[in-house]
């Protein structure tokens, strides 16, 4: 009762990154898009930690450690990337974003 | 496993009661404080010296209206208080108040959980603490709540740099995270405290560590975003009763876990100033049996009539806990807890201190002055130590 | 008492992260996922990634969650309204996620089937001096480039999301 087996974990993240591909296919709003993108990578963290774990090296805590580092990265460019469309456009759907021209 | 799951739901128990009471006279002891700077008396009336107000307030603010207005966004808004007020509480359970101890036959810490990434969980603790002041200001559906509440998360999260690469720095000469062996390694001395010893004295980094502290907190001169006279009230314009006390109660909780960090990482925790061989055991009793005797002159030669009544019975009670402080028995754990409350103390003092006297900062000047100025000198000396630690080890 | 603890907080990153995906308005999305990396951070705990579950509330949900609610907030962009799909895609997208976490879950359960047990304490590496050994020996040029990334995202952020001064 007081150990569980490790799919467990990997089934959880493939729960944690199925959804997040559901919300990056099913949402219009742009800022839900980029919320699911960063569900997906925490379901790859999750996944990175437990390999770590199993085969108990500390090599998967860095992996998951620099794909924190990205993302922080990467949400601070696309959200001032979501900023300047919101001021070019009034909107945030992303079906109405189709055309480079205004 | 019983022993230790009894030893500590008592610890909880006591650090609770303890801190609850420590959060309803801080704001006693601000009150009286800033008075006495503003050259005027204070809480007076109720009870002697003011000292049942905090009473008076918790009722007062238990017995308002708990309105919960039609236009806010409900759960939101029911969440912000309860997310401030626990992420406020949070750090107390990794904080060491003292050495270990016995207990009734059981070796314990004073401490009610020692983590090895106990600073980590602070920061992490004190990051948490700007979702309940954002959503508090966007779910009361008000302009003000919402601009008070962006300008003060957006302080809160500004400020946290410094404050880590503050943090940061006596740590490269601590070697360690967890909050116990942090006060271990500074044990001895004035001079082994982090402020002093080492390649490099961490000064700087604890004057920076402070003017984050300030800024975290939301106090003077950094409270722009919750001034009376400004936006209205902030981000808890539209709260009211329980609710804008667990504001409150978060904001004073935050100032004694940043008091705290600053004293066990800078100040030395609950070591004593000088070795227990050379006296410092009796600083206590010679402090307290001095107040006594004082507030037993005063009371003497008092001018008003309930001072006569009053000051008396406080000097007597400060030489009897000047009298406890000389038991050989309690000696062991009263002290170094004497020690680190005196010092959390001074630092809460200086928190009030500069409340009475600073005027405050405008938010583009509050600003300007963490990203051009505190944030390059924080990096700056956290290089310095670095490169001092590894020249000298 | 640990399987207790992945069963809860994994069923809390569940709905959490189904809340992210079906919530009709951002910010009640933003919340769900900072209670998805929350849980997370326990689910981190328990493989014995002490530094990485720190790092996970400090940096995920403590600054690139509040900057997803700071740009709502400013943004105040309202629930999203439904406007008509292709019905092909709404006939075939469900199931076919449904395959794609059957397809994963499979895979799991054919390489690892019972495999490692996971406890508290089955690994005691994660320590933040183990990490950081790591990071400055083998991991070094990694960390020097990702710093030039952070380097880079600032710059690029405040390029492009700023007022025009002209």
Same mark, same amino acid.
């Not at chain 2, 036959?105 to 810490?109: D, I, L, P, R």
């Not at chain 2, 009361?140 to 709540?145: E, G, R």
């Not at chain 2, 009298?323 to 028995?329: E, G, H, T, V």
């Not at chain 3, 089937?113 to 996971?118: D, E, K, N, S």
């Given at each position: 009762?007081?150990?569980?087996?490790?799919?467990?974990f990997?089934?959880?993240?493939a729960v944690?990154?199925?959804?997040?591909?559901?919300?990056? *296919?099913?949402r219009?709003n742009?800022?839900?898009?980029?919320?699911?993108?960063? *569900?997906?990578?925490?379901?790859v963290? *999750?996944t990175?930690i437990?390999?770590?774990?199993h085969w108990?090296?500390?090599?998967g805590h *860095?992996?998951?450690?620099? +794909?924190?580092? +990205?993302?922080?990265?990467?949400?601070?460019?696309?959200l001032?990337?979501i900023?300047?469309?919101f001021?070019n456009r009034?909107?945030?759907?992303?079906d109405?974003?189709?055309t480079m021209?205004n | #496993?019983?022993?230790?799951?009894? &030893?500590?739901? &008592?610890?909880?128990?006591?650090?609770?009661?303890?801190?609850?009471?420590?959060?309803?006279?801080?704001?006693?002891?601000?009150?009286?404080?800033i008075?006495h700077?503003?050259v005027r008396?204070g809480p007076?009336? !109720?009870?002697?010296?003011?000292?049942?107000?905090?009473?008076?307030d918790?009722?007062?603010?238990?017995?308002?209206?708990?309105?919960l207005?039609?236009?806010?966004?409900k759960?939101?808004?029911?969440?912000a208080? =309860?997310?401030a007020i626990? #992420?406020?509480l949070?750090? &107390?359970?990794?904080i060491?108040?003292g050495?270990?101890i016995h207990?009734a036959?059981?070796?314990?810490?004073m401490?009610?959980?020692?983590?090895?990434?106990? !600073?980590? =969980?602070?920061?992490?603790?004190?990051?948490?603490?700007?979702y309940g002041?954002?959503?508090?200001?966007?779910s009361?559906?008000?302009?003000?709540?919402l601009?008070?509440?962006?300008?003060?998360s957006?302080q809160?999260?500004?400020y946290?740099?410094?404050m880590?690469l503050?943090?940061?720095?006596p740590l490269?000469?601590?070697?360690?995270?967890?909050?116990?062996?942090?006060?271990?390694t500074?044990?001895?001395?004035?001079?082994h405290?982090?402020?002093?010893?080492g390649?490099?004295?961490?000064?700087?980094?604890?004057?920076?560590?402070?003017?984050?502290?300030?800024?975290?907190?939301?106090?003077v001169?950094?409270?722009?975003?919750?001034?009376?006279?400004?936006?209205v009230?902030g981000?808890?314009?539209?709260y009211?009763?329980?609710?804008f006390?667990?504001?409150?109660? @978060?904001e004073?909780?935050?100032?004694?876990?940043?008091?705290?960090?600053?004293?066990l990482l800078?100040?030395?925790?609950?070591?004593a100033?000088?070795?227990?061989?050379y006296?410092?055991?009796f600083?206590?009793?010679?402090?307290?049996?001095v107040?006594?005797? !004082?507030a037993?002159y005063?009371?003497?030669?008092?001018?008003?009539?309930?001072?006569?009544?009053?000051f008396?019975?406080?000097?007597?009670i400060?030489?009897? &806990?000047a @009298?406890?402080?000389?038991?050989?028995?309690v000696?062991d754990?009263?002290?170094p807890? =004497?020690?680190f409350?005196?010092k959390?103390?001074?630092i809460l =003092? @200086?928190?009030?201190?500069i409340r009475?006297?600073l005027?405050?900062f405008r938010?583009?000047?509050?600003?300007g002055?963490t990203?051009?100025?505190?944030?390059?000198?924080?990096?700056?000396?956290?290089? !310095?130590?670095g490169?001092l630690?590894?020249?000298?080890? | 008492m640990?399987a207790?603890?992945?069963?809860?907080f994994?069923i809390i990153?569940?709905v959490c992260?189904?809340?992210?995906?079906?919530?009709?308005?951002p910010?009640?999305?933003?919340i769900?996922?900072?209670?998805?990396?929350?849980?997370?951070?326990?689910?981190?705990?328990?493989l014995?990634?002490?530094f990485?579950?720190a790092a996970?509330?400090?940096?995920?949900?403590?600054?690139?969650?509040v900057?997803f609610?700071?740009?709502? %907030?400013?943004?105040?962009?309202?629930?999203e309204t439904?406007?008509?799909r292709?019905? %092909?895609?709404q006939?075939?997208?469900v199931?076919?996620l449904?395959?794609l976490?059957?397809l994963?879950a499979y895979?799991?359960?054919r390489?690892y089937?019972?495999?490692? %047990?996971?406890h508290?304490?089955?690994?005691?590496?994660?320590?933040?001096q183990?990490?950081?050994?790591a990071?400055?020996s083998t991991?070094?040029?990694?960390?020097?480039?990702?710093?030039?990334l952070?380097?880079i995202?600032?710059?690029g952020?405040i390029v492009l999301?700023?007022?025009?001064?002209?």
């Open positions: 009762m007081s150990e569980i087996p490790i799919s467990w990997l089934t959880l993240s944690l990154f199925v959804l997040g591909v559901a919300g990056f *296919l099913f219009r742009i800022i839900t898009v980029f919320m699911s993108i960063e *569900l997906m990578l925490n379901a963290n *999750l990175f437990t390999f770590s774990y108990k090296q500390v090599d *860095l992996f998951a450690f620099f +794909v924190m580092v +990205v993302a922080a990265a990467e949400a601070a460019v696309g001032a990337i900023l300047t469309i001021k009034s909107t945030l759907n992303i109405e974003v189709e021209k | #496993m019983d022993a230790f799951i009894i &030893i500590s739901l &008592i610890k909880v128990l006591v650090v609770f009661a303890v801190l609850m009471t420590t959060l309803a006279y801080l704001q006693w002891v601000e009150r009286k404080v008075a700077i503003q008396p007076y009336r !109720v009870g002697p010296h003011g000292l049942l107000q905090p009473l008076a918790v009722i007062k603010l238990v017995t308002k209206e708990d309105l207005p039609p236009y806010v966004n759960p939101l808004y029911l969440a208080p =309860f997310l626990t #992420m406020a949070l750090p &107390i359970s990794v060491p108040f050495p270990s207990v036959g059981y070796q314990t810490y401490q009610l959980t020692d983590l090895n990434i106990g !600073v980590l =969980f602070i920061l992490a603790a004190s990051s948490m603490g700007v002041i954002a959503l508090a200001g966007w009361s559906n008000n302009k003000y709540a601009l008070g509440g962006l300008r003060s957006a809160m999260i500004s946290e740099l410094p880590s503050a943090v940061a720095a490269l000469l601590s070697n360690t995270l967890s909050l116990h062996d942090l006060v271990l500074q044990d001895g001395g004035l001079w405290w982090n402020i002093f010893r390649p490099f004295p961490q000064i700087f980094s604890f004057i920076i560590f402070l003017i984050a502290a300030f800024a975290e907190t939301n106090r001169p950094f409270d722009l975003p919750e001034a009376e006279n400004e936006l009230a981000f808890h314009t539209e009211s009763s329980m609710k006390a667990s504001f409150f109660m @978060a004073y909780a935050n100032m004694i876990t940043v008091s705290c960090m600053a004293t800078f100040l030395g925790g609950w070591s100033p000088w070795p227990a061989a006296g410092s055991g600083v206590p009793a010679i402090i307290f049996a107040a006594g005797l !004082v037993l005063h009371g003497m030669n008092a001018a008003r009539g309930r001072d006569r009544l009053t008396p019975v406080f000097g007597v400060f030489l009897i &806990i @009298a406890i402080f000389l038991l050989p028995m000696q754990w009263l002290l807890l =004497f020690w409350c005196a959390t103390g001074s =003092f @200086a928190f009030i201190w009475g006297t005027p405050r938010y583009d000047q509050l600003m002055f990203w051009k100025f505190l944030f390059p000198v924080a990096m700056l000396n956290l290089l !310095v130590t490169l630690v590894a020249w000298f080890s | 640990d207790v603890i992945f069963l809860v994994a990153a569940v992260a189904i809340n992210v995906v079906i919530q009709s308005h910010i009640s999305s933003a769900s996922l900072v209670g998805v990396m929350g849980s997370l951070a326990v689910l981190y705990l328990l014995g990634a002490e990485l579950a996970q509330v400090i940096v995920y949900a403590g600054a690139i969650m900057l609610v700071f740009v709502i %907030m400013l943004l105040n962009a309202g629930a439904r406007k008509g292709s019905f %092909m895609v006939l075939l997208g199931p076919l449904v395959t976490l059957g994963l895979i799991v359960q390489i089937p019972i495999g490692t %047990m996971v508290f304490g089955g690994f005691t590496h994660g320590t933040p183990d990490v950081g050994r990071l400055f991991y070094l040029l990694p960390f020097e480039v990702t710093s030039v952070i380097l995202a600032i710059l952020a999301a700023r007022k025009e001064m002209d």
